[in-house]
């Protein structure tokens, strides 16, 4: 089961490369889905990895994020990008807490 950040992630990327042809940079598919930081999109992106929703070239290369058979299926039916829930957004992520220095 996808949340709607990672269907957000899936779809933008699909838009893009079939714009232009080759997959969005952290940079840009954090513009596009409303993150900031780049980290946070590689933690979707990962997450999409191991769930089998992306592929990338066996050698890393840039750009080269691809979706398949199963990620192509759990965004068919959307036209737009899926709102993200707030309470949805901070389950996905969870940052490290800090430990503040009682000086």
Excluded: W
């Amino acid at each position: 089961m996808l949340t709607n950040r990672e269907k957000q992630v899936l779809f933008a990327i699909e838009q893009y490369r079939l714009k232009n042809g080759y997959a969005p940079t952290y940079t840009e598919l954090g513009n596009i889905v409303g993150l900031r930081s780049r980290s946070a999109v590689h933690k979707y992106v990962q997450r999409l990895l191991k769930k089998g929703c992306l592929r990338q070239h066996p050698n890393g290369l840039h750009r080269t994020l691809s979706l398949t058979l199963e990620g192509r299926f759990a965004i068919s039916n959307l036209k737009t990008l899926p709102k993200v829930d707030p309470r949805e957004e901070q389950a996905g992520l969870n940052p490290r807490k800090r430990r503040v220095s009682p000086c």
